[in-house]
């Protein structure tokens, strides 16, 4: 006898050895469809158990618990204290539950389930047997919703024929039980036929001759009942078709066969020849073999029938564990309204064709597959209860059940086909940690087939050995100015158990709070940053402890020694210097001086600056921080400078930190204000006698590329407005009507506008020319074009309109021009006999005089190419009031354009807004754009058109800008710098800005601040050429 014979043998044994007093049944009968928490029954007073100890006598709190698979949906529950058995949620559905067999009455439908009761001491396992009884839940349906049945017309009376009968989930007295024909118009009646197998067949009896011709179809209804409380029932229509007469119908030989076939046949295989016969000749004896249509579909699907020869062969793999016994009405017709009927009834006969199935359902809950014992567990500690079972029957179904190897563990016999798992012997950590073992089921057939089940069982162990320290004392150094988290060491301990009785757990003793420990790795590491000279040496203590119960635990003492470093970086005492300089401020000065510190002494605090990106800009005495300028500030080329400084001390490895510097240059009032608009002094704007006042007739528009305060501009009206007729907002330079115009003010009105800015300490200002012409209209452009260009020999101070009607008719003009030349040969008289009678004053004299005349502008063209150049700035001079201005105008090739020379003075008004005086003293000549149209070329005292002459007794200074801008003809800008100086715009973009150097041009180094100006229309006309009117 081998190994495995011997375990077979075992378990034999074991299987007639039933414990009577760990193994019981318990038998319940409920309703189907019952709702949640139904009670059942109640385990412990059912089986009459006791909860007291008959060896202790003390009262034991027992616990029940439903022996159940991993993910099922129960279909009842067990209250683990009381032991009282409820329903759930889950339905309890009997038609679903038996499904796929046929219960008559008297069989049961139930299933089954086990409860244990623990602790282990009153163990116990109860096998719950619940039977589900039917409730009439289901009405009875016919097969279709519509019957039709042929029926010969020479069919005698009392004749009979079949009608599907009706089928009823229920059973018993819930399942059909009565039919009943409606309207049966006294033609038809029904008789109920009842099979021996309990089946109810209705039957259509013919109670009146047929006659097709006279009515070939009846319509009726067929109800059928079942026998249920409530009742059920439903109907269907039948519908009878009278047919031609068939004399002779088919017949079977056997209207009742009975076969078997095994559950292997295989596809194709016979079951049963049926054979009918038909007395008729010709086509009423062609017989048609058809399924009936009680047959099941799952039974069509699985056997096929020759419609022809009337053979049954399968159709499809059987499976009698699936279904046993298959019922099969076959109708044999000849086409006569009376099928012959024959019923089969194939048992499926069994094959070993199934394993046995072994179900394992743990006691004690295993954690990922695998149970865990604790090596105190006593003996006969149960660990899972095992059902095996096979879908086969007799010897092909008969299970045995062992465990495969030799281990400390063994199965217990409960009832014929479960056992429980249960240990057999002490267990032993220290010998064996880990089993792995089979449990095999094998069933009788030939070959056997059998099954395994893997079990894994886990031993933990007991804590009986406390941590060990690799070292009792721990020593080790780290260096100060360390970062936070900084690895020290790893503090480890060894315990000899195992599990959570090995975790060890690290804690720091008193005196540590500059370090952390971790918990479980023992990992040391700094928590604060150390410093040598506050603290050398920390000794503290660690204790090791594990997680047992009782927990164990140990000490080591650690010493930690600090080594010193140069551990302090130099210190700025701002981590951001601004330093405000003021841009006329001198190359090489001093701008600030940057402080910082080293809390290291000796070398380690000897600290040397430098810069680290300023592009030589700035000069930096690495040693006593001291910052001085290597560039002339100019605020508007760039209004600030920022750079990093770095300071490095002679430690080794030398430390260094970084601080931000930024010079701030402060603006200085150095700009005049730049007009924009109106765009040249050659333009004007028509102003209609309809004009309101109030109405906006004209813009001026200017900016300054200084800012704050210098770059407030104010707008004045200085000259050219003695009849109050227009007004200037100082803010905005909207020129509006202060009243409506007269026709005595047609005619062309020049204003002289003064732009200020609010500069400190001392203000700059631009004059532009306004021309406004008022009339209704402006289509004499020629005829405007001569009043702008005589106004220019009218002095500024002096209103173009004084006269009594302001240049309305040539005859006028030239009587004006007249005059004008007459005084002006009278002046020359005048100034050549003082120039006779100072001859013989002094030689200082003479050479301010002479200075004096050097002093009139004239444009140089050499001076166009040198305006690129970079200039420099000029102080302003101290002050400035311009008394006259005198302009000289010669066209020798027309009568009408004789010499008119003119004196003006500009008011004082001019003063009262800080102007300024101008510095005559020499200055670089003022150079204009070639074959420009505008006032410069006026300006040429050598040439025989008109020039511009500022006297030299003039006292106007201004700082370096001047404050006379010019608008030229060509819509360029003329402005004040130190002398009368031109803005070029290459394009008609009126807003662009020109450069404005040392020289008197304008120079901007970002975009102008623009503000919205209405449309309104100007007009310029060319003296270059007589073009005509062009419209801004």
Request: proline share 6%.
């Amino acid at each position: 006898m081998d190994l495995r014979d011997f375990y077979l043998l075992a378990a034999l044994i074991a299987c007639l050895r039933l414990d009577s007093a760990i193994a019981q049944e318990l038998i319940y009968t409920i309703r189907e469809e019952l709702p949640e928490n139904v009670p059942i029954g109640n385990i412990p007073k059912d089986l009459n158990i006791s909860h007291i100890n008959a060896a202790t006598g003390t009262s034991a709190s027992l616990v029940y618990r439903l022996v159940s698979k991993a993910g099922d949906a129960p279909l009842v529950k067990v209250s683990s204290s009381t032991g009282e058995i409820f329903t759930t949620s889950n339905r309890i559905d009997r038609e679903k539950l038996c499904a796929g067999a046929s219960y008559a009455e008297e069989n049961e439908c139930f299933f089954e389930l086990e409860v244990v009761i623990l602790p282990n001491d009153f163990f116990r396992l109860i096998k719950i047997k619940i039977i589900v009884k039917d409730t009439n839940d289901n009405a009875p349906m016919f097969p279709s919703p519509v019957i039709n049945i042929s029926i010969p017309e020479n069919t005698l009376i009392n004749s009979r024929f079949p009608i599907p009968s009706a089928t009823d989930p229920d059973t018993g007295v819930n399942g059909v039980q009565h039919y009943e024909l409606l309207n049966g118009q006294s033609v038809f009646g029904l008789d109920i036929v009842e099979t021996p197998e309990g089946e109810k067949w209705p039957q259509l009896i013919v109670q009146q001759n047929l006659d097709r011709e006279q009515k070939d179809t009846y319509v009726m209804k067929i109800k059928v009942e079942d026998g249920g409380t409530p009742q059920k029932s439903s109907t269907a229509i039948l519908q009878v078709t009278v047919s031609d007469v068939n004399d002779n119908r088919p017949v079977f030989k056997e209207g009742q066969v009975e076969v078997h076939i095994p559950e292997n046949a295989p596809v194709g295989t016979s079951v049963i020849q049926l054979h009918a016969t038909d007395a008729d000749i010709g086509s009423n004896a062609e017989i048609r073999y058809i399924f009936g249509a009680q047959v099941a579909p799952a039974t069509k699907r699985l056997f096929a029938l020759n419609n022809t020869t009337g053979l049954i062969t399968v159709q499809r793999s059987l499976d009698r564990e699936e279904t046993a016994i298959h019922k099969v009405t076959v109708l044999a017709s000849d086409g006569s309204s009376t099928p012959a009927r024959a019923t089969v009834t194939i048992n499926v006969t069994d094959v070993n064709d199934n394993p046995p199935n072994i179900d394992l359902r743990y006691i004690i809950s295993p954690i990922n597959g695998t149970v865990y014992l604790s090596e105190k567990d006593p003996v006969n500690t149960k660990i899972a209860l095992i059902t095996v079972s096979d879908k086969d029957t007799d010897v092909n179904g008969k299970v045995i059940c062992f465990i495969e190897r030799e281990v400390p563990f063994h199965l217990k016999a409960v009832y014929d086909n479960q056992y429980l798992l249960e240990t057999s012997s002490l267990l032993d950590y220290e010998g064996t940690k880990e089993f792995s073992f089979k449990i095999v089921a094998s069933d009788s057939g030939k070959p056997s087939l059998n099954q395994t089940a893997l079990v894994r069982v886990k031993l933990e162990d007991e804590n009986d050995n406390p941590p060990i320290f690799s070292q009792p004392v721990i020593e080790l150094s780290v260096s100060e100015n360390n970062r936070r988290g900084l690895y020290l060491t790893t503090i480890s301990a060894t315990d000899e158990d195992s599990g959570k009785n090995a975790d060890i757990v690290y804690q720091l003793g008193p005196n540590a709070s500059f370090f952390d420990l971790d918990r479980k790795t023992g990992v040391l590491t700094a928590s604060r940053v150390f410093d040598r000279e506050e603290q050398e040496r920390f000794i503290f203590t660690v204790t090791a402890r594990d997680n047992g119960t009782p927990p164990l635990q140990s000490q080591a003492a650690v010493i930690v020694t600090v080594l010193d470093e140069n551990d302090n970086s130099p210190k700025f005492t701002h981590n951001h210097f601004q330093f405000f300089v003021s841009e006329n401020l001198p190359k090489y000065s001093t701008v600030g001086v940057i402080t910082v510190t080293d809390a290291d002494a000796g070398e380690n605090k000897a600290v040397t600056l430098s810069i680290l990106n300023d592009n030589e800009n700035f000069v930096l005495d690495p040693y006593s921080g001291v910052i001085k300028s290597n560039v002339s500030f100019d605020r508007e080329q760039q209004s600030s400078y920022t750079f990093d400084v770095k300071a490095i001390d002679g430690g080794q490895p030398p430390r260094s930190s970084t601080a931000k510097v930024t010079i701030n240059v402060m603006d200085v009032n150095d700009n005049s204000p730049v007009v924009i608009y109106p765009p040249s002094n050659t333009s004007f704007k028509l102003v209609p006698l309809s004009a309101i006042p109030g109405s906006v007739v004209a813009e001026v528009f200017a900016v300054d590329i200084d800012t704050g305060m210098n770059a407030e501009l104010k707008y004045t009206i200085v000259s050219g407005n003695n009849k109050g007729l227009f007004r200037i907002d100082p803010v905005t330079g909207n020129i509006t009507l202060e009243e409506k115009p007269a026709p005595t003010d047609v005619g062309l009105h020049r204003l002289v506008v003064n732009i200020s800015d609010l500069g400190y300490p001392k203000s700059l200002h631009t004059l532009v020319l306004v021309f406004l012409y008022v009339n209704d209209t402006a289509g004499n452009a020629s005829h405007i074009y001569d009043l702008i260009r005589r106004t220019m020999e009218t002095p500024l101070d002096r209103n173009i309109g004084d006269s009594s009607q302001p240049y309305q008719n040539e005859d006028y003009l030239t009587i004006m021009i007249a005059i004008v030349a007459g005084a002006m040969v009278v002046i020359v008289v005048i100034f050549v006999t003082v120039l006779v009678r100072c001859r013989h004053a002094s030689r200082f004299k003479a050479a301010q005089r002479s200075k004096q005349g050097a002093e009139w502008m004239s444009p140089n063209q050499e001076n166009k190419q040198n305006k690129k150049k970079k200039r420099k700035k000029r102080k302003s001079p101290k002050s400035s009031l311009l008394n006259f201005v005198t302009i000289e105008e010669s066209k020798p090739d027309d009568a009408v354009h004789e010499p008119i020379n003119g004196t003006i003075s500009l008011p004082a008004e001019l003063e009262e807004q800080s102007i300024g005086r101008f510095d005559w003293g020499p200055a670089p000549p003022t150079t204009f754009k070639p074959n420009s149209p505008d006032l410069a070329k006026h300006y040429k005292s050598a040439s025989p058109q008109s020039a511009f002459h500022l006297k030299p007794d003039t006292p106007i200074s201004v700082k370096k800008h001047h404050v006379i801008q010019e608008l030229p003809l060509d819509n360029t800008f003329v402005g004040g710098c130190d002398t009368l100086s031109k803005r070029s715009s290459t394009s008609s973009d009126h807003f662009s800005a020109s450069e404005c150097s040392s020289q008197g041009g304008f120079k901007t180094k970002g975009p102008l601040h623009t503000r919205q100006v209405n449309e309104h229309f100007y007009w310029s006309i060319s003296t270059a050429y007589k073009c005509p009117v062009n419209q801004y």
